[in-house]
Each structure stands twice: as C-alpha cells, then as structure tokens.
C-alpha cells in the first residue's frame, strides 16, 4: 500500500500478556481489512505474523512481526509483539519504534505481569497507551473489574471509549462514546460492524460515560477547560480533537474492546484507531546524537533529510537478511542511497518494500513515519540509523540488557564448528538478545540468552534453517567472587636466566566496592617508583588474574585496587614482568581479603490459581527462595520470592508437573548475594577437582 502523507499512517506496538489473543486479535484486524480472507488464529498454525516455524510449533510468538491494515484511505502499521517475558525486548524495540501502544488486557484475567511491564516502558518512554480488551464473549469477562485494575495501575485517565452491547456469551457488539452510534457484528462474521440503535436499556450508562470523557477531554487542554467552564459543554469537533490532544499527551488513556476470535469489535477498534492514535508527525522529535555524540532532537517532518530507525532484522537462509526500519523523518524512494551511521558506510535501499508478517510488496517510495523493509544491506543490523550522508545523526537505540542464562553447546557432527559460528551469526542479526562466543576460562562455546526457552528456540533454528545439530550442556550459573575487606599485596617478580634478566615489585591495597561497581584501578605512586609507562602493566597482570577469581575460578568483581609503590631495574624492568608482579600482589592481597563466592538472585513471579499456592509456596522454599509478597490479579494469585538462578534452572519443567500445566512464571535477575557456606564450599572443591583433571 503506498501513503503519500504521513497523517495517514498510524503506528501501534501491539504488547501485553502472553495469552490474551494479541495475534488472534491482529489477524482480525487484517481480516476485517481485506488483507486475508479468512479469519485465521494462533492455534490454526498460519497466522500472518506468527509465520516463524518454531512460532507454528510452539503455538506462541516470539518475536515482533509487523504487518499493515488499510483501513479509510488510511494505513495503520501493527507491531504484534510476544507476551513471554523472555522476549520483552521484543516490546521494548517496537514500543521505541512505534508512536503509541495498544495494550491488550484479557477481560477474564485482568491486568498481569507483562501489563504491568509494558505499562512500565511505555511511560518509561513517554508512548501513548490504548488498551484493549480481549475476550469479551468468555465467562467471567467483566468490563468493570478490568477497569477497576487498570485504574489501580494507571491512577488516572482510564476511561472507556466503547461501552459492550452484551456481556459474556451474548457480547455482540459495541457504542462508540464519541460519535454515539452502536454497531452489532455478525459472529464469526468479517469483523465489520452494522450501524443500528443505541439500546434502550444503555442510554443512561453511555450518556455517563460520555459526560466523563468530556471532562477529561476538557481538563487536559486549558482553552477546552475555559470554555467548558463557560458553556457546560464541548462541541463534537472539540471534543474529537481534544480527545486525539489528551491522548498524544499520555493525559487521557482509551479503553476499546472486542471478541477477535469472533470478529466482533473490528471495524470499531480501526476506526477508534484512526480517531485516537497520533500520527507520525504528531510525534514531534525523535531523541538522537550528531557526529559529536552531543544529544540532539531530529523533527519528525517530511521536509526534513532523511532518516531511519532499523528496530528488527529477519535472517533467511534463502532469501537472506531482511532490514524493518521506521522512517523517522524525510522520505524514502527505491535505490535511495543511505549513510549508516553506526559503521560509517553507505548503503544502497534497493528494493523498498511494505511488509507482512515476512512477505514483502515493493513499494516506489514511503513518507515520514511509515514502516517497512529492505533486504541485503551489506552490513547494518537492528539498532543502526539510515540517514542521509548530508545530516548524519544516530537515533537513539536501546540499551540491550545483559543474558540471564548459558549453556554449553558442542556440535553433533565433528566438521559443523565452522557451521555453527555462522549460523549462530545470522540468528544474533535477527535476535539481539542471544549472544555466543567460547569462554576464555573453560574453552566451551558458549549459548547465552534470556532463559532456557529462549536457547531451545534458538537451537531448534539451527537445526531447521541451517541444518546443525548441536548438543546443549546443563546451564553455567555466571556466579562472581568478591571480597569482604580491604588488605594490602605484594608483588614480585625476579629472575636471572643469564643475561639480561627480569625485575618488577609492586605493592598495591584493595578495598571491596559497592555492588555493581565491578573494578576500579587507581594509580596513587607519587615519584617514579614506578616509571609511568610500567604502571598500566600491572593494572592489566590484575584485570587478568582477577578474571580467572582466586576461591572457585570465577571473575572476581567489586574491589577497588590502589597502586602505592613499587620498584623497577632500568636494566631488567620490563611491561611482562610488571604485569606478573601485578598478578602476584594481586593473589597476596586475596589471602587477606576474605574472599567470597557470590551467586546471582532471580526475581521470580508466579501466576497461579489459589489451588496451587500452598505446593509452589513449598517448592520455591526448597529452591531457598525468599517470599517477596502475594496479591491478587483476577482471578488469579501472583506468587513474588527472590531465589537463587543455580535453584531455578529446572523450574519450568518443575512447574509445568506441579500444577498440570496451569501455571505460569517469568524471572529475571535481581541482583547478587553471598553464597551460603556449604555451598561455597562444594564449589570450591569442585573447582579444585576440575584443576587436578586439567593438570593430570
């Protein structure tokens, strides 16, 4: 579909839980727009933007999928995000990417974790939010009760802009509050609502409805607020644009609902969207850094130069890599010759093309704010900014968070080594959040990512699109060694072997640091005890030791290390023998400092019903978890602890067992505390039995 104007377009990242029908919801959407012509769900196995095998098989998204809706001459651009929590930085990049959130909320279950999160990011990032309830034909769907959570989430500027006409089973409908027109749906129908009679029976709540939502509309602009103090009232156009002002500004925050799974709400939500949601240009600016690395703002206009953000990448053995980029401001027409940024290289946009789940349709030419794709650019990957050469500028990306989670992976056929880098490569251009490499300490090749979830999926990629099989090892728990108080070392190194020898001394103090803080070298040698050209020989002998730990073989992080003195041979002295001396003093201060073992603590939430509590409870306390507090979310209870990662490296098989599949969980990482004695001790000794094995 090709927009000449860019107040056509709409951008919405579609986010929220896992299991509230977000891509059901969207494949409703395209249905009601004539892209497909059928009604297709997550559970049928061929949905636009669940289009990944693995999606198919797993019947759950997990990554973000782009797709388009032409609605009334108007193009509104959806980002169907994965509800996991082990793939939220799939909603991260597509709420940076898009100009405001439609947060599905389940109607039965209420608010949940991952609402609660996109919620978070959402006003982190300043974005728009319009929620939207799923599932309003279910049992126990309760339009009062959502709102009611909601509310308590939001604190203000909850309201609806649709009422239901039925409730559960009998849901057939919607009233538009704004413009005062209900509309009935065929179940199972096109999604595409019949104009009729508001009912009877609803006047009263949608006349209190309306009244509400005009006092808002009123409150958020001070020359809506005065003349409705004067007149008691707002016109309809006031009101349609005071609503479309409210809600760019985050003041007023709109309630929509539907029943996807049964097209009812469709055309209603397209239109609410087209009414409410702000286009590019309302957006303003797009926060960004110039050639200096000074913060700037880039005008999201049309008759500004060039740029663009790519948010996501598609690999494909086949058809090969695929760029998704938003136009931030400017436009772009086929063979527009772009400047990336971030490498510093130009980059030719052959191809340009509008997208659908992965299928692509060329288009000559996209205006400010518009989303789509290009394929082959030679060497620009998600985060990177296409711009033109003229203004180069950097949009601003995301800083991506650190893996949770590793496992040891070794091929299952001896010549795929080769195969498996490669590979492994193409999935991180597609998927920022795994990382590999081989660990300089064990010499095993290294999976990392946000759980194990995330890692099976990555390996059943490697074997469906690149054909290699790998073994996956129990996962390393990344546990630190840290110190508890601060003592003085000593470092030398002497040594004739005939000729010119070798001669370094250093004295250093170490002092812990607070968590977090890693290491800090400071140099305090006053004179030259030490020539200058020497000293940063013993920071590098430490850096090195202290990666190798000194109890159990683990980094050792959060000390500070003071460089006092020293002695040199203007002979012997040498960088080499410096950075030994460093190592030494470095091991001499550890016997003092009474080193510890630290292992990383997850922060775990559980989703449960009241009929499991008391077993998770048990469980979780077995795992020595913490309760961190319970509350309740529907009709559902959310269990909080804090556990250590090395007791929930199993748990979703654990859980999945203890509560038939009824429960679910996410976790990430807290924080780091000190390993309890025996288990330090096992760990050591099991690193010294490691040690002898190596050196037998």
């Not at 990417?97 to 990032?125: F, H, I, N, P, Q």
């Not at 003195?565 to 201060?589: C, N, P, R, T």
Request: contains cysteine.
């Amino acid at each position: 579909m090709l927009v000449d104007s860019s107040d056509k377009i709409r951008n919405l990242a579609l986010v929220g839980h896992n299991d509230t029908g977000k891509t059901t919801l969207t494949s409703a959407l395209l249905y009601c727009g004539e892209v497909q012509n059928r009604l297709t769900r997550v559970e049928d196995g061929n949905t636009i933007t669940d289009f990944d095998p693995e999606e198919i098989h797993r019947g759950i998204s997990i990554g973000l999928a782009p797709c388009f809706v032409p609605w009334k001459k108007h193009k509104i651009n959806l980002l169907d995000c994965p509800g996991y929590g082990i793939f939220f930085a799939e909603t991260r990049s597509a709420l940076r990417a898009a100009d405001a959130a439609l947060l599905a909320v389940d109607a039965v279950s209420g608010v949940e974790v991952t609402t609660e999160r996109s919620w978070g990011v959402a006003k982190r990032e300043e974005v728009p939010v319009i929620f939207h309830l799923t599932r309003m034909d279910r049992e126990r769907a309760s339009l009062d009760q959502t709102l009611e959570g909601l509310t308590e989430l939001v604190a203000r500027g909850v309201l609806p802009i649709q009422l239901p006409i039925g409730k559960e089973h009998d849901f057939e409908g919607v009233v538009d509050i704004v413009t005062q027109k209900a509309y009935l749906f065929d179940r199972d129908g096109n999604g595409r609502g019949k104009e009729t009679d508001i009912p009877a029976d609803m006047t009263e709540a949608v006349e209190k409805a309306r009244t509400e939502l005009i006092e808002a509309v009123a409150e958020a602009d001070d020359l809506l607020l005065e003349k409705f103090f004067d007149e008691g009232e707002l016109t309809q156009k006031e009101l349609e644009k005071g609503l479309t002002f409210a809600v760019l500004k985050r003041r007023i925050f709109p309630v929509t609902m539907s029943a996807a799974g049964h097209g009812i709400g469709c055309s209603s939500l397209l239109d609410a969207l087209i009414a409410v949601a702000p286009d590019p240009l309302a957006r303003g600016t797009f926060p960004a850094l110039n050639v200096g690395g000074d913060e700037i703002k880039v005008k999201t206009e049309e008759g500004e130069p060039f740029s663009a953000l790519v948010f996501k990448t598609l690999s494909d053995p086949f058809t090969g890599k695929m760029s998704i980029f938003r136009i931030v401001s400017g436009s772009a027409r086929a063979d527009t010759q772009a400047w990336n940024t971030q490498h510093e290289i130009p980059e030719k946009m052959a191809n340009l093309a509008a997208i659908q789940g992965k299928q692509t349709t060329s288009v000559s030419k996209m205006v400010t704010g518009d989303i789509g794709c290009v394929a082959k650019l030679k060497d620009t990957h998600t985060g990177d900014t296409l711009c033109a050469k003229e203004r180069p500028v950097a949009l601003t990306w995301l800083v991506e968070r650190e893996p949770a989670m590793s496992f040891a992976i070794e091929p299952k056929s001896k010549g795929d080594e080769e195969k498996i880098g490669e590979a492994l490569q193409r999935l991180m251009e597609e998927d920022t959040r795994l990382r590999s490499g081989r660990d300089p300490e064990t010499h095993e090749y290294l999976l990392s990512g946000t759980g194990q979830l995330h890692i099976e999926i990555a390996v059943a990629r490697l074997k469906s699109r690149f054909n290699v099989e790998v073994i996956l090892h129990p996962p390393k728990v990344p546990y630190r060694e840290t110190i508890r108080k601060a003592a003085n070392g000593h470092g030398r190194h002497k040594k004739q072997t005939g000729g010119r020898g070798q001669f370094a001394d250093c004295r250093i103090k170490i002092e812990p640091l607070r968590r977090g803080e890693e290491f800090e070298f400071k140099d305090e040698i006053f004179g030259g005890a030490i020539p200058q050209g020497y000293r940063p020989a013993v920071e590098k002998g430490i850096q090195e030791a202290r990666m190798r730990g000194y109890l159990a073989g683990y980094p050792m992080v959060d000390f500070c290390v003071r460089l006092l003195d020293g002695q040199y041979h203007d002979v012997d002295s040498s960088e080499m023998a410096f950075k030994i001396a460093g190592s030494l003093a470095y091991k001499d201060a550890m016997e003092k400092a009474r080193p510890v073992i630290m292992e990383p603590m997850m922060e775990v939430e559980v989703v449960t019903t009241e009929e499991y509590m008391g077993d998770i409870m048990g469980d979780l306390s077995q795992r020595r978890g913490r309760p961190q507090g319970m509350e309740v979310q529907g009709a559902n209870q959310v269990i909080k602890a804090v556990v250590p990662m090395a007791e929930m490296l199993d748990y979703a098989k654990v859980l999945r067992a203890l509560t038939q599949g009824r429960s679910r969980f996410h976790m990430e990482v807290s924080h780091y505390e000190e390993v309890p004695g025996n288990i330090q001790e096992k760990l050591i000794k099991e690193a010294e039995e490691k040690k002898a094995e190596h050196s037998a």
